[in-house]
């Protein structure tokens, strides 16, 4: 297992310590989070150590990709194990903060759908032979929804302050992102999945 693939797995966990903190009912085992005051709005400990580790956790998606393609590392694997970590990374929280009521519940649906979508394409192309690579809409929209998810974990601080809503932005900005990749990667990859002939290696 290369440098990269490890980080993966490290995100995969990461993910799991954030989802467990987020969904965990501490109030059970006689635990309670404090709250603080931070610039007229009031934060709740618990998603503030869940935005930390999430950040971490994203950041090593863009270092194993990094590392990957410099050292020329990347494999099945680790493609397989990456694709993995994003969706437990992002869609569980998107999932989680939509029932705890931080954000609307569309986003996740939209984006949770968009996945579904465009794993079936990339699936249906490599039954015949072909590797569906990431395009820009894609990765702009996976970069969107990893800072405003940050943001949202933060109470948008410091821009609620000053009644910005910037995190809310970016996730919706994400949404319609995700829409549009799903849209193109249809349209690049159509003639593929459409095709009748399946390529054998």
Do not use: C, H
């Not at 020329?72 to 705890?100: F, P, R, W």
Request: charged share 15%.
């Amino acid at each position: 297992m290369n440098l990269p693939t490890k980080l993966t797995v490290v995100r995969i966990i990461l993910s799991v310590v954030v989802i467990a903190i987020l969904v965990f009912p501490f109030y059970t085992v006689g635990i309670s989070f404090p709250k603080y005051n931070v610039l007229g709005i009031v934060v709740n400990l618990k998603y503030i150590i869940s935005g930390i580790i999430f950040i971490i956790a994203s950041v090593t998606d863009f270092i194993d990709g990094y590392l990957a393609r410099k050292n020329n590392q990347v494999t099945n694997t680790g493609k397989m194990l990456d694709a993995i970590a994003d969706k437990v990374l992002v869609d569980s929280v998107l999932i989680i903060l939509a029932a705890q009521g931080f954000i609307s519940v569309m986003i996740p649906i939209v984006v949770v759908l968009r996945d579904i979508v465009v794993n079936a394409i990339k699936m249906e192309a490599a039954g015949k032979g072909k590797v569906v690579a990431a395009i820009n809409s894609g990765k702009l929209k996976t970069a969107a929804l990893m800072i405003g998810i940050s943001l949202t974990f933060f109470y948008n601080l410091p821009f609620e302050a000053i009644n910005i809503r910037v995190a809310d932005f970016l996730l919706y900005f994400a949404t319609i992102m995700s829409i549009i990749s799903a849209i193109e990667y249809f349209n690049l990859n159509k003639n593929i999945i459409f095709s009748k002939e399946e390529i054998l290696n």
